[in-house]
T-cell receptor, first 110, second 115 residues
Framework: QKEVEQDPGPLSVPEGAIVSLNCTYSNSAFQYFMWYRQYSRKGPELLMY????GNKEDGRFTAQVDKSSKYISLFIRDSQPSDSATYLCAMNTGGFKTIFGAGTRLFVKA | GAGVSQSPRYKVAKRGQDVALRCDPI?????LFWYQQALGQGPEFLTYFQNEAQLDKSGLPSDRFFAERPEGSVSTLKIQRTQKEDSAVYLC?????????????FGQGTRLTVV
C-alpha cells in the first residue's frame, strides 16, 4: 500500500462546477500538506500549502486537512477550462522528503 | 533567471550510455531537490542538497545515479549505463530556505527516454 493514495481520474466537469479532489494517507507523522497543479509537459506548480489540520482558502481554491481521518481535500469553485490539469497532493513530515500522490487528471469542459 | 531552469528538455539515450542532466536553481536558493516522475505517477524524491552538501540521497534508485552541486548553485544529476527503466521525467526544485520542500519551485523537467 502506498503512503499516499489519490484517485487518478480522469475527472470531467462542466465549466462553473465545484470540483472536489481528495487524498488519503497512512503516515500520521505528516504535518505539511500541499497541492500542486501540473500542466502537460510542465513542472508542478504549488497551489496551496497547509500546516497540520484545518482549512485554508485562496481565491477559488480551498484546502482542507483532517488529520484524524488522514484525509485531505482541495476544492475548486467556479471551475474554468484553464483549470484543466493534473492535481497532485503532497505531504511531508518536516524533513527533506516530500511524498506525492499519483495525481488526478481534471478536465473542465466549456 | 526568474525560475528553475533544466537542460536539456529532452534526452534520448541508447541503453548503456551515460547521461548528465543539469539544473539551474533560482539564484540564492539554499535547498535543491531532484525528483523522478514516471508516466502517470507523481514525482518521487531522489536527493536533497543544502548548499553544496548532499544531506539525503536515500531516493536514488541505484549506484548508477549520482548527483552533485559543487558550488552550491548549479546541480547535475548523472546516470551511468542507462537502462530502459530509467526512462522518466527528472524534475529539479529549489527553495529559498525551507528544507521540507513545502515552498519549492519546480523546473520544467528533463524527459529522458532510453532506447
Amino acid at each position: 500500500q502506498k503512503e499516499v493514495e489519490q484517485d487518478p481520474g480522469p475527472l470531467s466537469v462542466p465549466e462553473g462546477a465545484i470540483v472536489s479532489l481528495n487524498c488519503t494517507y497512512s503516515n500520521s507523522a505528516f504535518q505539511y500538506f500541499m497541492w500542486y497543479r501540473q500542466y502537460s509537459r510542465k513542472g508542478p506548480e504549488l497551489l496551496m500549502y497547509t500546516y497540520s489540520s484545518g482549512n485554508k482558502e485562496d481565491g477559488r481554491f480551498t484546502a482542507q486537512v483532517d488529520k484524524s481521518s488522514k484525509y485531505i481535500s482541495l476544492f475548486i469553485r467556479d471551475s474554468q477550462p484553464s483549470d484543466s490539469a493534473t492535481y497532485l497532493c503532497a505531504m511531508n513530515t518536516g524533513g527533506f522528503k516530500t511524498i506525492f500522490g499519483a495525481g488526478t487528471r481534471l478536465f473542465v469542459k466549456a | 533567471g526568474a525560475g528553475v531552469s533544466q537542460s536539456p528538455r529532452y534526452k534520448v539515450a541508447k541503453r548503456g550510455q551515460d547521461v548528465a542532466l543539469r539544473c539551474d536553481p533560482i539564484s540564492g536558493h539554499v535547498s535543491l531537490f531532484w525528483y523522478q516522475q514516471a508516466l502517470g505517477q507523481g514525482p518521487e524524491f531522489l536527493t536533497y542538497f543544502q548548499n553544496e552538501a548532499q544531506l539525503d540521497k536515500s531516493g536514488l534508485p541505484s549506484d548508477r545515479f549520482f548527483a552533485e552541486r559543487p558550488e552550491g548553485s548549479v546541480s547535475t544529476l548523472k546516470i551511468q549505463r542507462t537502462q530502459k527503466e530509467d526512462s522518466a521525467v527528472y524534475l529539479c526544485a529549489s527553495s529559498l530556505v525551507r528544507i521540507d520542500g513545502s515552498e519549492a519551485f519546480f523546473g520544467q523537467g528533463t524527459r529522458l527516454t532510453v532506447v
